[in-house]
């Protein structure tokens, strides 16, 4: 319900009374202020939903059911869910008959577009081998599954958006990195560059919700409730 004239011409503007559309990076940010509830996406493949403790063991669906939990989530005992595989899980809450099911558990990407396997392997190797990412190995601990991700998606990923899948996949290690306080800049010319317009700067890791003129009075600035 956004149109895309108007997110590509306006930072910042309000979609309707609570809901805010933001600009940040390279990210956009559609906010449900009195929720406390924002969805980023990078343009990509990447989105990523946030809500406020406010919200904890109140939610369910594919993003699980926030209770700091991750082994539960695929059980819900009220709606009679036990899910034993993701596609299980996916199939569950779908809504919509024109929604396809989730593909099966047992596909294989890199079997099934075996010309990318190799390259698949050889990229998403940064994430377990490169002295780039060392110190935040150590700082995360359990990382295969990211690799393993990594290499789904690059394989997965048809020829025109090769790219895109494997530079987000990279970039959810990297957030993990920074969670773990252990930031990496990973981004270079040669690997997934950010080219960033005239008067900005990026950075790997920096404030979600930082103060600007509109808001110098404010102790907080407006998403730090969310992000």
Sequence with gaps: FIDNMQTAQNKDFEVAPGVRFRSLGMASVLSFDPLEIAIMSDGATGVHVYVSRKWYKKVEGLCGNFDGDDYNDFENSERGLYAHQPSEFGNFWRDSATCPEV?????????????????AHEMCRIITDSMLFEECRNAVGDYDHYYDECI???????????????????????????QAGSPVYWRSNALCPVMCPPGFEYKECGDPCPQSCRNLNDEDGELCGVL
């Design 103 to 119: 593909i099966d558990d047992d596909f294989d990407p890199c079997v099934a577009n075996p010309e990318r396997s190799d390259w």
């Design 152 to 178: 789904y998606d690059a394989c997965g990923c048809n020829s025109g958006g090769d790219c895109l899948c494997l530079c987000t996949a990279i970039q959810n290690f990297a957030a993990a990195c920074n």
